[in-house]
């Protein structure tokens, strides 16, 4: 998505969903070849769980779905999942079937112009886009457009500051048009303040972090 497509859709992004959807193979591989945790990535899926009837989640960019494993299939909200790329959004839709989940509306779409109207939105996931876009900051205000006042936004995104390993496999990445640049923690955190959301948090400042916050009133 640095350009106008997804890496994850080719053989890369097979193997992602078959390890993310594994949180102790995913835990080992993020140490290993990252240098991260993603213990924080899997707990803040909880917000999905606890949204009341009614109440529409967004999750953009949806990839192949991980963040379904937190959707129960009796909950009676309006899920819309939306990706830049087909494949992607095939992958979403059978990992919704696979586990009963009829509620999920999925879409094709850009973060930076999402084919929805203003406030549409409760809870917003953005789970490791921003990193692999060239401009983050579009996508942020685009998402919090979206979302109501009061409404929550969480997502993951890798930063500037971070590992060796890290830094050198997603600088090649950028390099070579992959990946967008990893933001940094302070524009990071202005970005989200500038779009209208309300004393933002980023955790841990280096590294892969879980940002989130809620839109303000009015």
């Not at 309006?78 to 992607?88: F, N």
């Not at 995104?157 to 590992?163: I, K």
Request: glycine share 12%.
């Amino acid at each position: 998505m640095a350009g106008s497509s997804n890496v994850c859709a080719g053989p890369f992004g097979a193997f992602y969903d078959f390890y993310i959807e594994r949180p102790r193979l995913a835990q080992a591989i993020g140490h290993m070849v990252w240098g991260v945790g993603l213990a924080a990535l899997y707990a803040s899926m909880e917000a999905v769980g606890r949204m009341q009837d009614g109440a529409t989640i967004l999750d953009v960019p949806c990839g192949g779905g991980v963040a379904l494993r937190a959707l129960r299939p009796e909950q009676r909200v309006r899920y819309v999942a939306i990706d830049i790329e087909q494949k992607m959004i095939d992958r979403f839709q059978r990992r919704a079937r696979e586990r009963s989940l009829h509620q999920v509306e999925p879409l094709l779409g850009d973060m930076r112009a999402l084919p929805l109207p203003d406030a549409c939105a409760d809870l917003c996931l953005s789970y490791s886009g921003l990193h692999m876009i060239s401009d983050p900051a579009a996508a942020i205000a685009e998402v919090v457009r979206c979302l109501k006042p009061g409404g929550e936004l969480i997502g993951t995104t890798f930063l500037a500051a971070g590992t060796r390993r890290q830094r050198f496999l997603l600088g090649r990445g950028h390099d070579s048009g992959v990946n967008g640049p990893c933001p940094p923690t302070q524009d990071l955190l202005r970005w989200l303040q500038d779009a209208g959301i309300d004393a933002p948090t980023v955790s841990p400042d280096r590294g892969f972090a879980v940002f989130r916050g809620r839109k303000r009133a009015g």
